[in-house]
């Protein structure tokens, strides 16, 4: 019991190819130059945006500081003193 599998077929040879290319070429005809000039076009500028988003991560990077200094609390059990001139202010007697 030989059964074919799908495997044993292996990717297209050089003549193979050249054979494809040959009927893509009959099929698409004079569209064939335009849609591999849009393929390239798009590639360029597939390339460019993510040129453009890597610069951009990068000045970010480097202008804003690191987010640890956010995490750090100071303990509620510190309270600050109110400042000098309130105080004197409640601590003097009142004038008439």
Known sequence: MNIATPGMFGL???TEWVVIGLIALLIFGRRLPDVARSV???????KRGIRDVKDEVDVQSQIEPPATSKLEHKPESTKEA???SETSKESSPASS
């Not at 390239?40 to 597939?46: A, L």
């Open 82 to 84: 109110p400042p000098a």
């Open 40 to 46: 390239g076009k798009s590639i360029v500028e597939f």
């Open 12 to 14: 297209p040879g050089g």
